[in-house]
């Protein structure tokens, strides 16, 4: 089965309240919205955890071809030019959001995965829906609390 996935994250300050949101569509028409709010993170975290929320959120995911579209040049070129596999080796030294980069990269190995870039803000149905759903996300009045983010940076 084949499922594209769009993504997008937000941050109001950075850091400041923030939240993901997630578009999948399957090729079977199947068509599911996914979005959060958390109460203090950045955006670049945001954009990272609508990813891994989506793969996570997969049924087969072993029988999956998936393509992730986001407008986060962050996640994209740190997966696509493997940039992530470098950091993994070093420890992430030096490096922002440890955390999550550990939890895709345990997501991704039994995947079928392609990632490709979209220009934000363009007028691409699916990438302003998300970044509608980031938003308001971060706008609700009860938002979880980005524990590790916090933990890191209280």
């Not at 400041?16 to 996914?34: L, N, T």
């Not at 009045?141 to 980005?146: H, K, P």
């Amino acid at each position: 089965m084949k499922v594209e996935i769009y993504t997008d994250g937000a941050a109001r300050g950075n850091p400041g309240p923030g939240g993901y949101g997630i578009v999948m569509m399957s090729e079977a028409g199947h068509r599911r919205e996914i979005s959060e709010g958390f109460r203090l993170t950045t955006n670049n975290r945001m954009e990272l955890l609508s990813v891994i929320v989506a793969l996570e959120s997969l049924k087969r995911p072993e029988s999956t071809d998936v393509v992730v579209f986001s407008d986060s040049k962050y996640v994209v070129d740190a997966i696509e030019k493997a940039w992530v596999n470098k950091w993994e080796r070093t420890g992430f030294k030096n490096k922002k959001n440890p955390d999550l980069w550990r939890r895709y990269l345990d997501l991704q190995k039994p995947r079928s995965l392609q990632f490709k870039w979209v220009k934000g803000h363009d007028g691409n149905v699916h990438n302003e829906r998300c970044d509608r759903l980031a938003v308001e996300a971060s706008k609700k009045e009860s938002l979880l609390v980005d524990a590790e983010y916090e933990r890191l940076n209280a």
